[in-house]
């Protein structure tokens, strides 16, 4: 297992494993995703939030945040999408349990354009339902690209499955 810290994870991983979940350690995700302005536009339309904050640029301008800004459910959403853990298969998805959100909370504002990265701070690991998987407590920090926290989600007993696992 490796030692508690931080630690970055490699360009080509598409996620991380439970062997990767050591209690102390940062994992630093190692993707990117820039935040468009049509999609935050169309999200805040489509579930009906008609706030001119996220939508009235002309309005925005003369208001404290100086223009629109991203929608805070779809900033959380891609962050949590940045950070998740590698799925050897779609059977952990559907047979384990749904991690649960403790906490989320918007710490600053986001505007189109922005790109968005993540890192996990571990907390806890214990056994998972399944044979090679485990549930693991963490914090997802979400990044902008000038690596302020804009984003911070408290995460439990997320299903991870092992690297080598049985599937």
Do not use: C, K
Not at 72 to 101: K, N, Y
Request: aromatic share 4%; hydrophobic share 45%.
């Amino acid at each position: 297992m490796a030692e508690p810290g931080p630690r970055v994870l490699a360009g080509a991983d598409t996620g991380w494993w439970l062997e990767d979940a050591v209690p102390g350690t940062v994992l630093r995700h190692p993707h990117g995703r820039t935040v468009d302005e049509a999609e935050h536009v169309w999200l805040a339309w489509v579930t009906h939030n008609l706030s001119d904050v996220h939508g009235d640029r002309h309005a925005t301008a003369r208001g404290p945040f100086g223009g629109p800004l991203v929608l805070g459910a779809l900033a959380a959403a891609m962050v949590i999408g940045l950070a998740e853990p590698g799925v050897p298969d779609a059977r952990l998805a559907v047979t384990t349990q749904t991690p649960g959100w403790r906490a989320i909370r918007l710490i600053a504002p986001i505007r189109a354009g922005d790109t968005l990265r993540a890192e996990s701070r571990i907390h806890g690991v214990r056994p998972g339902i399944l044979p090679a998987t485990g549930l693991v407590t963490r914090t997802i920090t979400g990044l902008d690209q000038s690596d302020r926290t804009v984003v911070v989600v408290e995460e439990v007993d997320r299903p991870v499955a092992q690297r080598r696992s049985a599937w």
